[in-house]
């Protein structure tokens, strides 16, 4: 049996196991797409194995996660019909004795028994679903990750169904899904908060248990200065490519026009889990500012009976090519809310913002704010060095600064080194904490 054969009836049956026992799953930091490849030779079947091991150690505990994950794709008619399907296998330590426990140092650090206990050996599907994709149009069906055509709104893992139609310059999107607390990116198969642990007790969840409880909807209309320019109205795999906040900003700044592109969206939540009919409306621009600065900007209103609210994002953004191989970001960014209706929160149910390495701040910490600036080097493959500094400006205050330095070695192996101190009123003390993190693809 030659390596070919070898490696896809090992991602065959794996994902035959995986079938068998399927929970939540979340998003993940991978580089499996660079190591999809065709099996035996054909230009039908493709497939990739990815396995992470990490360790971390924080002021007040260790914790380790390793993860084994899996994606066997079909496609047909010349690419244009693909089914596609990922999952894989987690389990992680925590030195504190983990979430969902008794009596571990309730009286340092309450609340162990408020946070909903996580399976810590754990099988998950990540993305199972049918795509069509033509040059005017795009469709996908299944269990798939779903970015809709704004900034922020959602960014989730769905059960639903969404379609593009690209018309010169403008691009018409609509969605419909249902969002499933065993398959959700809040979920607990690849992510890392409930990992750390830090900070006890959840955060409110509108996730139904079963099909129908939890869905949305949308429609949105972008115009885009550049038709040629690629454009993602359904989102699929997020092993599509490593979850770098930054990457979208590493393009050409020569020769583009001032507006990129505007666009509007309707969106609107609803099923059982949610005590009220949530709609949310706005508009969203990405601009070329003198300088090579990029800004992106987005207001959204939300309507939900005496809590109405706008929300709004903001991002300023300088890409400097230094020349050789050498690239440097800088940028800063601001999300937050502003109150109609007295004490009222904006909380778009999926935006899944999870600012922050460890605190994964999102839409109910608002108003969150970002500083970041990232260094590429020509050394080794996809070598750089990326600072984060985050926060709230209200509520407890929580601040998180991130320092990641990550190199690929071989093409199959990415080291990530991660380091950072946090600050809260929901902590006792400040804390430190230090990740490595090792990602090898087949």
């Known amino acids: 049996m030659n390596s070919k054969h070898f490696r896809a009836i090992s991602i065959i049956c794996f994902l035959i196991m995986n079938s068998i026992n ?6 993940c930091r991978s580089i499996l797409n660079t190591q999809i490849k065709p099996l035996f030779g054909s230009k039908y079947f493709v497939g990739g194995i990815e396995l992470t091991g990490a360790m971390a150690g924080m002021t007040d505990r260790n914790v380790k996660n390793g993860l084994a994950i899996a994606g066997l794709g079909l496609n047909l008619k010349e690419s244009k ?12 330590y925590n030195s504190k004795g983990g979430p969902g426990k008794q009596g571990n140092d309730t009286i340092n650090y309450p609340g162990y ?3 909903s206990a996580v399976d810590k050996k ?6 199972f679903y049918y795509n069509f994709n033509s040059e005017n149009i795009k469709l996908s069906l299944g269990l798939q990750t779903t970015k809709l055509q704004d900034y922020f709104l959602v960014d989730e893992r769905v059960v639903g169904a969404g379609a593009s139609y690209r018309s010169g310059n403008l691009v018409y999107a609509v969605n419909i899904a249902t969002v499933l607390a065993q398959f959700a990116r809040y979920g607990d198969f690849c992510g890392t908060r409930h990992v750390y642990n830090l900070t006890r007790g959840g955060r409110v969840d509108f996730l139904g248990q079963n099909f129908g409880e939890s869905n949305f909807y949308a429609a949105s209309v972008k115009w885009v200065n550049n038709s040629s320019q690629e454009t993602k109205a359904v989102t699929n795999s997020e092993s599509e490519g490593d979850e770098d906040e930054f990457s979208e900003f590493a393009t050409d700044t020569e020769n583009i026009p001032f507006v990129s592109e505007v666009g509007s969206i309707f969106y609107g939540e ?12 706005g508009l969203f621009s990405k601009f070329n500012l003198p300088l090579s600065i990029n800004l992106k900007t987005e207001l959204l209103y939300q309507y939900v009976y005496k809590e109405r609210a706008f929300g709004y994002f903001l991002e300023l953004s300088k890409l400097f090519k230094l020349g050789e191989g050498y690239n440097s970001l800088i940028g800063a960014a601001m ?48 070598m750089y060095f990326k600072v984060q500094y985050s926060g709230q400006t209200n509520g407890s205050h929580t601040k998180e600064l991130d320092l990641e330095l990550s190199a690929r070695f071989f093409n199959h192996l990415k080291t990530t080194l991660i380091g950072g101190h946090i600050t809260s009123t929901k902590l006792i003390k400040d804390t430190y904490f230090g ?3 090792f990602r090898f693809a087949i």
């Open 122 to 127: 754990h099988w998950g599907f990540r993305e």
């Open 270 to 281: 609803f099923g059982e889990v949610f005590p009220d009919y949530k709609y949310y409306g």
């Open 81 to 92: 019909h693909q089914f596609y399907v990922e999952g894989g296998y987690k389990n992680f």
């Open 335 to 382: 999300v937050g809310k502003i109150e109609l209706d007295k004490n009222t929160m904006f909380y778009p149910s999926y935006t899944n913002l999870f600012i922050g390495e460890v605190m994964k701040m999102d839409a109910l910490d608002l108003p969150v704010f970002q500083l970041f600036t990232k260094f590429d080097f020509p050394w080794l493959n996809n």
């Open 113 to 115: 028994e408020q946070f």
């Open 435 to 437: 990740r490595v993190e």
């Open 22 to 27: 399927s929970y939540s799953s979340m998003d």
